[in-house]
C-alpha cells in the first residue's frame, strides 16, 4: 500500500495563515520604504521643474520689459549699447546679451556684452525660428557664450553642470514690426546650489526616515512574535486550567470513597482492630484528608480563575458567624492546649453584605492558620467598632510570626514560608491565595502584620452595607 504525498499547496497556504505575522512585516519592510523613496524624487523633480518654469518666465519677461523700455531707440546702437551695460549691472546671473538685426540673409551683433562680437555675424537655429515664427523661444544649454559666438560646446562645457536659458525673442517697434531679436543667457548656478542643497537634506532626511521606519517594522515583527507567543500562552494557560478542573473533579469521588472505607475500619464496623493496623489506618486518614484539602483548593482555584465562583449576597451581622467558627475549632485549639477566645464588642456592629458560606470560609482559614502556626499560648478574636467609622475583627496569636519578606509574598499563589519551625506543618499554599480572592470578590480587602517569634495579625476590610461604617476582619497568617 503507498501513501498518498501531501499536498504542498495546502502545506504552504498552512504554513502562510499561521505564520501571516511575518509576511506582513516583510511586505511592509520592502513596500513603506520604496514608497518613501518614489516620493522624495518625485517632489525632488518636481521642485526642479517648477523653478526651471519660474526662471523660464523671467527670462522671458526680462526680454519684454527690455522691448518695452527700448522701443523708442531700436535705432539708435548706442543707447542700446547702454541698456545691455545697464542690464548686466543689474542683473549678475545675465550672463550675454546680443541685439541681432536681420538684413534679409544673416543676423549681425549691433550690441553685446561681448564688445568683441559687435559687427559679427550671429548664427543659431533659435535666431531663424524666432525671426520666421516673431515669438519667443527658450532653451536649456550649458554654454554661456554670446550669439557672436560660435555655439557648438567645448569639452569643459560639456563636462560642467552650470545650466543657462537662452531666450532669443524678437522685439518690436511702435509699428509692431521685428526690428530686432535678442539674445540673453541667464545663469542657473545659484538655482541649481539651491535645489543640491535641498537635495542633500532630503536624501539625509529620506534615509534618516528610512531608518527609522525599518527600526519600527523590525519593532512591530518583535511585536507579532511576541502577541503570537502570548495567544499560544493563552492557549496553554486554559489547557493547564482545564484539566486541574477535570482531574480535581475526577480526583473528588474516589477521595471521598477512600476517607469513607478508612472511617468505617477506625470504628470498627468490619471488627475490632489491633493497634499497629489502627496506626496505618489513622496516618493513610490523614494523608487521604490532606489530598481531599488539596483537591478542594485546585477547584476553588480553578472556579475563581474561570469566574466561576458564584456569591449569594445578604445582609450579615459578623458576631453571629465568628462563633460559628469558633466553635467549630475550638477542639483544634484544645488539642495543642491554647486558649481560644472571642471578645465580643461593647456596642452593636454595622451589617455588612457578603456570602456568608464564603465568609465562613475566609473565617476558617484565618482562624484555622492561627492555630495551626501557634505552638503554645492564646488565638484571640476581638470585635469592635472603632473611631465610629469601622468595624474591627482580629483574630491575633502568639505563634512563629515572619519576615517582612515572607509577609510580601503571602497572598501569592503556592507561597509557603520555608523554616524549620514549620517545616513539618502541612499546607498547600493556596489557601491565603483563595482567601484574598474570596475577600476581593466581596469587595472587601486584606492585610497582614507579623512578628517573627511574637505572632501574627490579619485585616480585611468590607464594606458596611449601610455605609456607615467598614468592617474589618483580622485574624493570623496562614504560613502555607
Given amino acids: 500500500m503507498s501513501l498518498a504525498a501531501p499536498d504542498k499547496t495546502g502545506v504552504s497556504s498552512m504554513f502562510l495563515r ?48 527690455f522691448n518695452v523700455t527700448s522701443m523708442d531707440s531700436l535705432d539708435d546702437a548706442a ?36 564688445r568683441d562680437g559687435i559687427g559679427q555675424t550671429a548664427h543659431g537655429t533659435q535666431n531663424m525660428l524666432a525671426s520666421y515664427n516673431g515669438q519667443a523661444i527658450a532653451f536649456l544649454t550649458k554654454s554661456s557664450r554670446s550669439a557672436a559666438v560660435d555655439q557648438q560646446l567645448t569639452p569643459e562645457e560639456a563636462r560642467g553642470n552650470e545650466r543657462f536659458w537662452g531666450v ?50 523590525a519593532t512591530n515583527t518583535k511585536l507579532f512574535r511576541y502577541a503570537s507567543l502570548y495567544r499560544r500562552l493563552q492557549e496553554v494557560d486554559q489547557m493547564k486550567d482545564d484539566f486541574i478542573a477535570m482531574a480535581s473533579h475526577e480526583l473528588r469521588a474516589p477521595i471521598t470513597a477512600i476517607r469513607g472505607y478508612l472511617s468505617l475500619f477506625l470504628d470498627d464496623a468490619f471488627g475490632k482492630l489491633d493497634e499497629k493496623p489502627r496506626q496505618v489506618m489513622r496516618t493513610t486518614m490523614a494523608i487521604a484528608s490532606h489530598l481531599g484539602v488539596l483537591v478542594e483548593d485546585l477547584l476553588e482555584v480553578s472556579r475563581l480563575e474561570q469566574g466561576r465562583m458564584k456569591l449569594d449576597l445578604e445582609l450579615l451581622s459578623i458576631e453571629p458567624i465568628v462563633e460559628e ?13 491554647l486558649i481560644f477566645e472571642f471578645r465580643r464588642p461593647d456596642i ?19 482562624c484555622s492558620n492561627a492555630i495551626k502556626y501557634t505552638p503554645s499560648g492564646s488565638v484571640t478574636v476581638t470585635a469592635e467598632l472603632k473611631d465610629g467609622s469601622a468595624v474591627e475583627i482580629r483574630v491575633m496569636d502568639t505563634g512563629l510570626g515572619m519576615s517582612s519578606e515572607a509577609r510580601e509574598k503571602l497572598f501569592q ?68
Fill in 79 to 114: 543707447k542700446l549699447q547702454q541698456r545691455v551695460d545697464d542690464i548686466a549691472a543689474v542683473l549678475p546671473e545675465v550672463r550675454s546679451v546680443d541685439l541681432l538685426k536681420y538684413d534679409g540673409k544673416d543676423f549681425t551683433v549691433i550690441a553685446s556684452l561681448y
Fill in 18 to 65: 499561521k505564520n501571516w505575522q511575518i509576511f506582513y512585516a516583510i511586505s511592509l519592510i520592502v513596500l513603506v520604504p520604496i514608497a518613501i523613496v518614489l516620493n522624495t524624487l518625485f517632489v525632488v523633480n518636481r521642485f526642479r521643474a517648477t523653478m526651471d518654469t519660474e526662471l523660464q518666465h523671467t527670462s522671458l519677461i526680462i526680454g519684454k520689459m
Fill in 325 to 337: 467558627v469558633m466553635e467549630q475549632l475550638r477542639i483544634e485549639a484544645q488539642k495543642k492546649n
Fill in 168 to 217: 532669443v525673442m524678437p522685439l518690436k517697434d511702435a509699428k509692431g514690426n521685428t526690428a530686432l531679436l535678442l539674445s540673453m543667457k541667464i545663469s542657473l548656478a545659484q538655482m541649481d546650489d539651491l535645489v543640491r542643497s535641498n537635495l542633500f537634506w532630503s536624501y539625509f532626511w529620506l534615509l534618516v526616515t528610512i531608518l527609522i521606519v525599518m527600526l519600527v517594522l
Fill in 413 to 480: 499563589k503556592f507561597y509557603r514560608v520555608r523554616t524549620a519551625d514549620t517545616a513539618l506543618i502541612p499546607g498547600t499554599g493556596l489557601g491565603l491565595w483563595i482567601t484574598r480572592q474570596i475577600v476581593e470578590l466581596m469587595r472587601g480587602k486584606i492585610f497582614c502584620d507579623s512578628i517573627e517569634r511574637v505572632g501574627t495579625q490579619m485585616s480585611v476590610l468590607f464594606p458596611a452595607a449601610d455605609g456607615r461604617a467598614t468592617a474589618v476582619v483580622s485574624s493570623f497568617t496562614e504560613k502555607g
Fill in 348 to 366: 452593636a456592629l454595622p451589617l455588612i453584605s457578603g456570602d456568608r458560606s464564603r465568609l465562613r470560609q475566609v473565617l476558617i482559614n484565618l
